[in-house]
C-alpha cells in the first residue's frame, strides 16, 4: 500500500539532505565534522550531499549495485561506533 504522503517530493525525504541540514541550522551542527550512520544507500548519499562522513551499517537490505560508496562499512552500530571513534582519534593525535 502506497501512501500518498510518503511519496511526496520533498527535499526531507532521504536521499536529500533537508533533514539534516535542517538539522545543523537549528542545533548548530558543523556537518562536516558529522557523521551520518544508516542501513541503506539513501542514508549514506544523504550524509555525503550534506557534507558528512558516512558509515553503512551491513544488514539484508540490498545495496548492491548502487553508486553510492560510504566512507566506512561496519557489521553493528557498536563497530560503526568504534570507527568514529578510531577516526576521532586520528584527528587529535595525529
Known amino acids: 500500500m502506497k501512501i500518498p504522503a510518503l511519496l511526496a517530493n ?3 525525504r532521504k536521499p ?9 541550522r537549528e542545533h548548530n551542527i558543523i556537518l562536516r565534522l558529522s557523521w551520518m550512520i544508516g542501513d541503506t544507500w539513501k542514508d549514506v548519499e ?6 558528512c562522513r558516512t558509515i ?5 537490505i540490498d545495496n548492491r549495485g548502487k553508486r553510492i560508496r560510504p ?15 578510531r577516526e576521532e582519534g586520528k584527528l587529535c593525535n595525529p
Open 56 to 60: 553503512l551499517i551491513r544488514n539484508s
Open 16 to 24: 536529500k539532505p533537508g533533514m539534516l541540514l535542517q538539522a545543523a
Open 46 to 51: 544523504a550524509g555525503q550531499v550534506a557534507g
Open 10 to 12: 520533498c527535499n526531507c
Open 71 to 85: 566512507d566506512f562499512e561496519a557489521e553493528t552500530l557498536l563497530e560503526a561506533a568504534k570507527i568514529i571513534q
